[in-house]
């Protein structure tokens, strides 16, 4: 498996069939005297951001923190990957998840207080 072309950039959708976002980034597990092993999927917008560069990360970790967005970053284990072709479907609740707290921002800050949305 090439990670950076099967996983990075890929659709994750949960057991419920929502779409999470898209894998940001790849976290590994370094294991002495053994190969590093994928331990996390990593998804979110600081995540993104890290990958324009660490001023970036910044700026999006105090933009969530300022809206008062929850997390900036989301991980999901690799353990609960099922497959990773063409999507990656895990075994993960998607609204529940920290994956969809901009969504839940924008219906109750903005989608909600318009005239036509109710």
Request: hydrophobic share 40%; net charge positive; proline share 5%.
């Amino acid at each position: 498996m090439e990670l950076v072309r099967d996983i990075l950039d890929k659709q994750i959708v949960g057991r419920d069939e929502l779409k999470l976002g898209k894998v940001d980034g790849i976290v590994l597990e370094m294991r002495e005297h053994k190969p590093p092993r994928v331990a996390f999927l990593e998804l979110g917008s600081a995540t993104f951001a890290r990958r324009l560069g660490r001023r970036f990360e910044r700026w999006a970790v105090m933009l969530n923190r300022r809206l008062h967005v929850r997390r900036a970053r989301y991980r999901i284990d690799f353990g609960h990957v099922r497959r990773w072709d063409p999507d990656i479907n895990v075994d993960v609740d998607a609204k529940p998840s920290p994956a969809w707290a901009w969504e839940r921002w924008t219906r109750e800050r903005i989608i909600r207080k318009l005239p036509f949305a109710r």
